[in-house]
């Protein structure tokens, strides 16, 4: 069944905070963040580390940072954004110091679970597909929105015919174009063209520069997009197939009950709300650490 959840835009503090962001860093790399400030190590999350990591000291995590505000690159080509801040915040609460790997989205899971990252902390959208390679650490709820050019006449509902922008790998990429390049097909009518693109800047860009019609994307980031686009784009049709966001970990393993533990911890402490509060994006806060709630 499809869901609609409604969540706010973006608020402007947040927008004057990324204004100055760039997206220009190349190839991969590690990049090492100091633990989150201020949080103490959580010892039942502790205890339940893999003892390989808990000697080790690090916390691998693997990223696509060009999915603004939720993790980007900053000035100096190191992941930064909301989802970021709550991962360092996940390894504080672990007692460990975050290591980022910065790789392309496809790249993630399959190195998760080859072991050669603790955690996938991407936008991952929770999905059942997903969880036969992953599980899913829940820490948000979110869905998919639309964007065109202002005054256009674009209608998700009514998209056949149309061009449409998307980042490679995700939900709209995989599941939702493809859906609805089908519901085209039976109808008769003309598919979508969809143009796929690397990094979420690229995809908006498609758009303004008149390449796409429109793009689809989780709403914090089409909602941030919209906001900083000076104007050139508005939200088109609902929001829609609202579904969690989740950490990605190894199947069945210590790493995902330690990350839940440090979830929770977060949660029970108030860390995680004003994490997501100074996001703007507070409306889609969980109550409960969960794993793999994606239903879909």
């Not at 690090?58 to 909301?82: C, F, H, M, R, S």
């Not at 496809?106 to 997903?130: K, V």
């Not at 800047?201 to 429109?214: F, K, L, R, S």
Request: proline share 5%.
């Amino acid at each position: 069944m499809k869901i609609r959840y409604a969540l706010p835009a973006i608020t402007a503090a947040l927008l004057l905070t990324l204004t100055g962001c760039v997206n220009n860093a190349e190839g991969e790399g590690d990049e090492k963040a100091p633990q989150a400030e201020g949080i103490q190590p959580d010892k039942a999350a502790v205890e339940l580390l893999p003892d390989d990591v808990k000697d080790s000291g690090v916390l691998t995590i693997g990223t696509d940072a060009e999915y603004p505000p939720n993790e980007y690159k900053d000035a100096q080509g190191k992941p930064t954004g909301w989802g970021v801040d709550l991962a360092n915040a996940v390894a504080a609460k672990l007692g460990l110091e975050p290591e980022w790997e910065m790789l392309g989205f496809d790249s993630i899971i399959p190195r998760i679970q080859e072991g050669a990252l603790n955690l996938g902390s991407s936008s991952f959208t929770d999905t059942l597909e997903r969880q036969k390679s992953v599980d899913f650490v829940n820490y948000l709820d979110a869905g998919s929105q639309w964007a065109a050019p202002v005054d256009s006449d674009v209608d998700p509902e009514n998209a056949c015919g149309l061009t449409v922008a998307v980042q490679s790998g995700t939900v709209q990429h995989l599941t939702e174009l493809v859906e609805r390049n089908e519901q085209c097909k039976a109808d008769g009518k003309d598919p979508i063209e969809v143009l796929p693109y690397d990094g979420q800047p690229e995809v908006t860009q498609a758009v303004i520069n008149g390449q796409a019609d429109a793009f689809s994307a989780d709403s914090p980031v089409t909602g941030n997009a919209v906001a900083k686009s000076d104007g050139a784009l508005e939200l088109v049709g609902e929001l829609f197939d609202a579904a969690p966001y989740g950490f990605a970990t190894q199947i069945d393993s210590d790493m995902t009950k330690a990350v839940q533990a440090a979830l929770q911890s977060l949660i029970d402490d108030g860390t995680y709300l004003k994490i997501l509060t100074n996001a703007g994006i507070e409306s889609g806060a969980r109550d409960e650490a969960t794993v793999n709630a994606g239903n879909e």
